[in-house]
């Protein structure tokens, strides 16, 4: 099974505007989903002003709420 590669912008703006939030939510997925999920924080997206920003699979999203990124990667 192919993995979805996540990658949080934890730069300053994306952690004022929720980069922490994005990352409970995919944190908060039962294990089978989660397993499916390789999470990790990059410093910067160079989305600053539609922050939080968040990369799958290579595409930015920005600005992106939790629940939207959980309807991207489920």
Do not use: W, Y
């Amino acid at each position: 099974m192919k993995k979805h590669l996540v990658e949080v912008c934890i730069g300053t703006s994306c952690h004022l505007m929720g980069a922490q939030d994005l990352i409970r939510a995919v944190q908060g997925l039962p294990g089978e989903k989660l397993n499916s999920i390789q999470l990790k924080t990059v410093p910067c997206l160079k989305s600053c002003d539609k922050s939080p920003a968040v990369r799958i699979n290579g595409q930015i999203f920005a600005p992106i709420t939790p629940e939207e990124l959980i309807k991207k990667i489920t």
